[in-house]
């Protein structure tokens, strides 16, 4: 899964960490070539109003769920985003979609704006920029056929399967994502969960999508199928060299896929990085915090390990710390981290050293800690101790991975 180029770190150097909002659109927009990231995110924000009053409505103050992200994603390779509950994947990930309409900042999509646009130009966008959602049980229409759920984005993009075509093309997304295509006539309800998952994951593809956006595809699954689903992910992307955007709070199947991963804290990336760079050299004690919870198998490590807690609650979005929006739980907080707020950007004090810990980070007093195992020793479940779907159905499947 891994992406065979010098990829940098975070966003190119760390210097969009220190994009402003309000300059995000401005930026100039040099014409696409080959190599640059396919998609470039900056100072990308969504606050919801918050408002009281019922007759004459005003606005009182508003929850940043997300306040002003950065990040390049590369064709073919994954980027894995992490973070608590509340810390602004979901929303992120819509905005990618456009199921939400960002406060500011810009999405380029090969060069291109596309967070302002309408109409046929976003149509022709949208096509191009797909998404799996969490719940595979929520997410299929359980009064649709399989074999309409997954054709269903052809009524909208007749161009891609014009109609003669469209059965025979489902099929084949069945069978590419590992169900028996004659399953085409079957109801949601007679799939089990992994199955299901793969539905959605035919419907991503059925627009042959550059980008695939997965908001905690195999959370709501069963930890045997998990391996299953990430693998056919892992597969489909060597297949059709697609790039994902991969959101998860489960740290172990993150590393397992990503190529490099964000972690994200009360709607903002706090760092960013290659997984080596995340996993075995953190340097932002949120990261190091997050890993230092992680499962290892290993009793001895897990006996030597140090496992840092972290004191009080995430605060609210609609009421986000001065500084330093992490100071609140960080054992490392100083006055400086109230009044300054500490830009996504390669620390100075690795900036000119060659070491893993150069990488992007929002911390004023970043340093490095290695609190987790080397690969391999994370607790992640592999296909053989994975041997089925571990549920009933009438419909089984998942015979290609
Ligand atoms: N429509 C909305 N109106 C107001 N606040 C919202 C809305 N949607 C999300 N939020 C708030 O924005 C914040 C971020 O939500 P989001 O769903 O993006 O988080 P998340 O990281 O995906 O969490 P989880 O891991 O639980 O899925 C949360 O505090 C949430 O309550
Ligand atoms: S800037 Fe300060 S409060 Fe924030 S993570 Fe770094 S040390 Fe902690
Ligand atoms: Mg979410």
């Keep these: 899964m891994h992406?065979?180029?010098?990829?940098?770190?975070?966003?190119?150097?760390?210097?969009?960490?220190?994009?402003?909002?309000?300059?995000?659109?401005?930026?100039?927009?040099?014409?696409?070539?080959?190599?640059?990231?396919?998609?470039?995110?900056?100072?990308?924000a969504k606050h919801y109003p918050l408002t009281q009053g019922i007759l004459f409505k005003r606005q009182i103050g508003a929850v940043r769920a997300v306040d002003g992200v950065d990040f390049d994603l590369y064709a073919g390779e994954t980027l894995g985003i992490v973070g608590e509950s509340g810390c602004g994947k979901s929303t992120v990930a819509k905005m990618l979609v456009h199921?939400?309409?960002?406060?500011?900042?810009?999405?380029?999509?090969?060069g291109e704006d596309i967070s302002k646009l309408s109409g046929r130009a976003l149509k022709a966008v949208r096509r191009n920029i797909q998404m799996v959602f969490q719940d595979p049980y929520t997410s299929l229409n359980p009064r649709m056929t399989v074999g309409d759920i997954i054709g269903e984005?052809?009524?909208?993009?007749?161009?891609?399967?014009?109609?003669?075509?469209?059965?025979?093309?489902?099929?084949?997304?069945?069978?590419?994502?590992?169900?028996?295509?004659?399953?085409?006539?079957?109801?949601?309800?007679?799939?089990?969960?992994?199955?299901?998952?793969?539905?959605?994951?035919?419907?991503?593809?059925?627009?042959n999508p550059e980008i695939i956006v997965a908001d905690e595809p195999v959370s709501a699954l069963d930890v045997s199928v998990q391996a299953q689903v990430v693998n056919l992910l892992d597969r489909l992307q060597a297949e059709f060299n697609l790039s994902f955007v991969f959101i998860a709070h489960d740290l172990s199947i993150v590393r397992h896929i990503s190529d490099r991963v964000g972690v994200m804290y009360l709607g903002r990336i706090v760092e960013i990085g290659s997984d080596a760079e995340i996993?075995?050299?953190?340097?932002?004690?949120?990261?190091?915090?997050?890993?230092?919870?992680?499962?290892?198998?290993?009793?001895?490590?897990?006996?030597?390990?140090?496992?840092?807690?972290?004191?009080?609650?995430?605060?609210?979005?609609?009421?986000?710390?001065?500084?330093?929006?992490f100071r609140t739980r960080c054992w490392k907080a100083q006055e400086r981290c109230e009044l300054e707020v500490p830009l996504l950007a390669v620390p100075a004090e690795f900036r000119h050293v060659d070491t893993p810990a150069r990488h992007d980070s929002a911390c004023h007093f970043a340093e490095e800690k290695r609190v987790v195992p080397p690969e391999g020793e994370l607790e992640i479940p592999g296909p053989a101790e994975a041997p089925g779907d571990g549920e009933t159905s009438e419909a089984e499947g998942d015979e290609r991975s």
Excluded: M, W
Excluded at 20 to 30: I, K, M, R, Y
Excluded at 99 to 110: D, F, N, Q, S
Excluded at 301 to 313: F, M, P, Q, V
């Design 153 to 207: 984005p052809y009524e909208i993009h007749p161009e891609v399967a014009p109609k003669g075509s469209r059965r025979q093309k489902v099929q084949d997304l069945l069978d590419v994502v590992g169900l028996n295509p004659e399953y085409i006539n079957r109801y949601p309800h007679q799939f089990s969960g992994g199955q299901r998952q793969r539905i959605g994951i035919a419907r991503g593809l059925a627009l």
């Design 3 to 44: 992406a065979d180029r010098d990829k940098g770190a975070g966003t190119g150097g760390g210097a969009a960490g220190s994009t402003l909002l309000s300059q995000a659109s401005e930026d100039a927009v040099a014409p696409y070539t080959e190599g640059d990231p396919i998609l470039q995110v900056r100072g990308l």
């Design 99 to 110: 199921l939400e309409r960002p406060t500011a900042g810009a999405i380029r999509y090969k």
């Design 279 to 325: 996993y075995d050299h953190p340097t932002h004690p949120y990261t190091q915090a997050l890993l230092s919870a992680v499962p290892v198998p290993d009793p001895t490590a897990r006996e030597h390990r140090e496992r840092i807690i972290l004191h009080g609650d995430v605060p609210s979005p609609a009421n986000i710390p001065s500084g330093c929006r």
